[in-house]
């Protein structure tokens, strides 16, 4: 048995019964890490850490304690903040940085007996498609290493599909939780904006990024999810209310799915389309209803998301100038080569190429042309989007227009990898829960996946449907 392709409920069975040890699954899992080093999907390895935490959790175990994740070994995108283990960010900014406290999600995991292996690789500060931004070495496929894993969780996604995790936090901006998924081959979930707390995230847009989970299976996330899931005082964004709006569906009769036009156009490629309506079909024959609908200002969600995150980005990465946070450039004689030898050495051309779009979109003359439009347009995508879901319990498309593309071939045009997330990206507009999960391959063997989008906190109704799926295309 190789127990690093468990699923997170194989594992946990295989504890509960005494066949197999926390030990056990977490050495498996940093001997798989060291096998798989050259994809690059860690940038710092817990080991010790983890060893140490896996034995606490057999002991716990031992002792006739249980807890959600108990003895799981999991890993963390390496934006996130972990006491006593350093969050580069991928950055050269922050290649030593330390943080002195857990992130909220980090504490919970913990609290839920988790095992953290390592923290993963990932697109410097989070912006990128392809995790070939990170400043240390890119991430590569797991499936074809010479194709992107996706970004900005490209590291996050590898690992679990490569063996190297169980479970792994992402963040997700703008799809950089489901797009690295629907490339391995994974499942990954961008929950609600504010049902995961952002305490101990290291912020790119503020008002876009969310915390979730990549796991093999729509259960696994669900288990990682209702971890990391709840209000946070530390986070004012976070939501005290209920987080469980949606509904455990067992089965397809008598839902309605909808099918949003613009998220299938003609220039749409065919095994991505025929992989997505193919699915698409399972639910019809499964029973559930298929409801044409409309989002109108689809057209406006790619440059709105640019516009909006790359302000945030400029305003949020203004902090590291070598003085108040940061890594700090050698022979400065005044306070402005500092800011800028700082700034120049240590920042990677995607981050200035963004900073610099932020501060244009922001500057006199220009806001109300363009970050003024963004945000009135970021209203209509909203209302748009609750139009659709207002009759459907979910809408379905294509999580990204195609499969994981050659290493490099965006080096030259940012603005085609920028389009790779046309379909991801109006969701995090709209504050939306949303999915990707595998339905097929392409004909070099690329998984394609599909991305289910649903009204806020109905995260489980996603994850139900979800599952269904998995279990239904699996016969």
């Known amino acids: 048995m190789d127990v690093t392709k468990l699923t997170i409920k194989q594992l946990m069975d295989a504890m509960d019964a005494g066949e197999l040890s926390s030990a056990e699954a977490t050495r498996a899992t940093l001997d798989r890490i060291k096998e798989c080093e050259d994809l690059g999907a860690y940038v710092t390895v ?50 030593n940085y330390v943080p002195p406290y857990d992130a909220f999600v980090v504490k919970k995991l913990k609290e839920a007996g988790a095992v953290i292996v390592g923290k993963t690789n990932m697109d410097e500060f989070a912006m990128g498609s392809g995790s070939e931004y990170s400043a240390f070495y890119r991430v590569k496929n797991a499936i074809d290493p010479e194709r992107v894993a996706g970004g900005s969780s490209g590291g996050s996604a590898c690992a679990v599909a490569s063996g190297q995790a169980f479970a792994a936090l992402g963040s997700d901006t703008g799809g950089s939780i489901r797009q690295p998924a629907s490339f391995n081959g994974v499942t990954g979930l961008k929950p609600t904006y504010s049902a995961v707390s952002r305490n101990g995230l290291v912020a ?124 700090r450039a050698e022979g400065c004689k005044t306070i402005d080569d500092v800011y800028y030898k700082s700034r120049t050495q240590f920042f990677g051309a995607e981050v200035k190429r963004r900073m610099m779009l932020g501060n244009f979109v922001l500057s006199s003359g220009y806001y109300d042309a363009f970050y003024l439009r963004a945000s009135k347009a970021r209203t209509l995508i909203k209302r748009d989007f609750e139009a659709a879901l207002s009759d459907c319990d979910a809408l379905i498309c294509p999580t990204a227009p195609t499969t994981a593309y050659k290493s490099g071939s965006n080096a030259e045009d940012p603005a085609a990898a920028y389009l790779g997330d046309v379909f991801t990206v109006p969701v995090n507009i709209a504050g939306l829960p949303a999915l990707s999960v595998k339905c097929g391959e392409d004909s070099d063997g690329l998984p394609i996946g599909m991305q289910l989008i649903g009204r806020q906190y109905c995260e489980e109704t996603l994850l139900s449907l979800a599952e269904i799926y998995e279990k239904g295309a699996a016969k």
């Open 204 to 327: 790119f847009a503020s008002s876009l990024d969310q915390i979730g989970p990549i796991a093999r299976t729509a259960d696994d996330c669900r288990r990682v999810y209702n971890v990391i899931k709840g209000h946070d005082a530390g986070d004012s964004t976070s939501y005290a209310g209920d987080l469980d709006m949606g509904e455990h569906i067992t089965s397809l009769k008598g839902r309605r799915i909808g099918i949003a036009r613009e998220f299938f156009p003609d220039a749409l490629g065919g095994k991505v389309r025929e992989a997505v309506e193919k699915a698409i079909k399972f639910y019809e024959d499964g029973g559930a209803e298929i409801v044409e609908t409309s989002i109108g200002s689809f057209d406006m969600a790619l440059a709105c998301y640019y516009i909006i995150s790359s302000a945030e980005a400029s305003s949020n990465l203004s902090r590291y100038d070598g003085v108040k946070y940061g890594r």
């Open 46 to 95: 817990c080991e010790k850490e983890a060893m140490a935490a896996a034995e606490r959790a057999d002991k716990a175990r031992a002792e006739g304690r249980r807890a959600p994740l108990l003895g799981v070994p999991v890993a963390v995108k390496d934006n996130i903040c972990t006491e006593g283990v350093r969050t580069t960010c991928a950055s050269r900014f922050l290649e």
